[in-house]
T-cell receptor
Framework: NAGVTQTPKFQVLKTGQSMTLQCAQD?????MSWYRQDPGMGLRLIHY???????DQGEVPNGYNVSRSTTEDFPLRLLSAAPSQTSVYFC???????????FGPGTRLTVT | GENVEQHPSTLSVQEGDSAVIKCTYS??????FPWYKQELGKRPQLIID?????GEKKDQRIAVTLNKTAKHFSLHITETQPEDSAVYFC????????????FGGGTRLMVKP
């Protein structure tokens, strides 16, 4: 099993550009989520999904969109990048709530 | 929603000493409390977790205790080794925030040889 994979690993955007961060898991997990991690800080939940076709907002959803058309994939879209979105983004999946979350390797995003 | 506070933010110990990291949570309905270790430039990885029906859990040199009445839980690492140096995050879930994890701010543990 590859576990949770994320692409790209690094990305530089200019202010106002849009892009999609990809996340996929091959463990047949129902729960998937996106976090951002800023320097010296913990992980903050952006959006999450409890199954295909179901998404909801987390703590810091503004400026991001998600969709979950399949169990395996959970892309995160930045609509109009801003310097405040410079961060490391982690995707995670779990069998369900109350079970171990498996994290992807992260995407380091810089917005200039 | 849930709020998780973690202390201390940095902790320096001598190799072989014990380290204790404490977290408090606000939502009394939370019932799952994992601890993650994150090495520099790596992804967070689960090291131990505890559920609300258990007061203590051990795994070799690592233990977690939970006090539901006081709404706090702690990570204990005994006989620390240099490879224990990392950032540790506590988290809580199962309350009213969609059952998703809310993380503490992290503790940077440095084990000096």
């Amino acid at each position: 099993n590859a576990g949770v994979t994320q692409t790209p690993k690094f990305q530089v955007l200019k202010t106002g550009q849009s892009m999609t961060l990809q996340c996929a898991q091959d463990m047949n997990h129902e729960y998937m989520s996106w976090y951002r991690q800023d320097p010296g800080m913990g992980l903050r939940l952006i959006h999450y999904s409890v199954g295909a076709g179901i998404t909801d907002q987390g703590e810091v959803p503004n400026g991001y969109n998600v969709s979950r058309s399949t169990t395996e994939d959970f892309p995160l879209r930045l609509l109009s990048a801003a310097p405040s979105q410079t961060s490391v983004y982690f995707c995670a999946s779990s069998y369900r709530d109350g079970y171990e979350q498996y994290f992807g390797p992260g995407t380091r995003l810089t917005v200039t | 929603g849930e709020n998780v506070e973690q202390h201390p933010s940095t902790l320096s110990v001598q190799e072989g000493d014990s380290a204790v990291i404490k977290c408090t949570y606000s939502d009394s309905a939370s019932n799952y409390f994992p601890w993650y270790k994150q090495e520099l430039g790596k992804r967070p990885q689960l090291i131990i977790d505890i559920r609300s029906n258990v007061g203590e859990k051990k795994d070799q040199r690592i233990a977690v205790t939970l006090n539901k009445t006081a709404k706090h839980f702690s990570l204990h690492i005994t006989e620390t080794q240099p490879e224990d140096s990392a950032v540790y995050f506590c988290a809580a879930s199962g309350g009213n925030a969609g059952n998703m994890l809310t993380f503490g701010g992290g503790t940077r543990l440095m084990v000096k040889p």
